[in-house]
Nanobody
Framework: QVQLVESGGGLVRAGDSLRLSCVAS????????MGWFRQAPGKEREFVAA????????FHGDSVKGRFTIHRDNAAKTVYLQMNSLKPEDTAVYYC?????????????????WGQGTQVTVSS
């Protein structure tokens, strides 16, 4: 099993920046990739970004490209989501995820482990 704990959410204004962190523990040697998803009220969970644990290949969703960046610190078993130029439509609960499958996915079903989520609220 892998446990994931997110932190770093909060209330900010449009144009501000935030950095989310996700610390992995447990059977982390099995992790192939980690990702961030978000879910706004009344909407489906949406892919934000993902990163390969070994090669650091990254993928970002179209709605956040150029504004958000995912990166990781293997030694600290932590993945980060740097969010710049935040917009009110970025308001959501942000979830960290991990998979021990051999692919980096953009679908919720491709991830095996999930954190409890951290709220990000962007005011206009």
């Amino acid at each position: 099993q892998v446990q994931l704990v997110e932190s770093g959410g909060g209330l900010v204004r449009a144009g501000d920046s935030l950095r989310l962190s996700c610390v992995a523990s447990g059977r982390t040697l099995n992790i192939y990739a980690m990702g961030w998803f978000r879910q706004a009220p009344g909407k489906e969970r949406e892919f934000v970004a993902a990163i390969s644990w070994s090669s650091a290949n990254t993928f970002h969703g179209d709605s956040v490209k150029g504004r958000f960046t995912i990166h990781r610190d293997n030694a600290a078993k932590t993945v980060y989501l740097q969010m710049n130029s935040l917009k009110p439509e970025d308001t959501a609960v942000y979830y960290c995820s991990a998979t021990d499958g051999l692919e980096i996915g953009t679908q919720v079903s491709q991830y095996d482990y999930w954190g409890q989520g951290t709220q990000v609220t962007v005011s206009s």
